[in-house]
């Protein structure tokens, strides 16, 4: 059974940074697309910023410039380095990986604060 668990997530103040990290555990090979979604309060769940086995990325607008992808493929691992955090990031972030299947993570609580 493949399971992905998040961890980083927490409270920062305007401007801080945080760093996110996922991190797949069972029997998951050949990943494709390794990417982070968030669903703020009364929203529907959009894409973050998604990295693919090459290394090509795909951010959001909201993102660009502040947010950065990266992935280690031999620990079956995605982060999420945040910086210039803004109160419009406040989120529940989820990692989202694919095989032929899709996988989600339980979600990780980003709150920031003025």
């Known amino acids: 059974q493949v399971q992905l668990v998040e961890s980083g997530g927490g409270l920062v103040q305007v401007g801080g940074s945080l760093r996110l990290s996922c991190a797949a555990s069972g029997s998951i090979f050949n990943i494709n697309t390794m990417g982070w979604y968030r669903q703020a309060p009364g929203k529907q769940r959009e894409l973050v910023a998604v990295i693919a086995r090459g290394g090509s990325t795909n951010y959001a607008d909201s993102v660009k410039g502040r947010f950065t992808i990266s992935r280690d493929n031999a620990r079956n691992t995605v982060y999420l380095q945040m910086n210039s955090l803004q109160l419009e990031d406040t989120a529940v972030y989820y990692c989202?990986?694919?095989?032929?299947?899709?996988?989600w993570g339980q979600g990780t609580q980003v709150t920031v604060s003025s």
């Open positions: 989202r990986f694919t095989t032929p299947n899709v996988y």
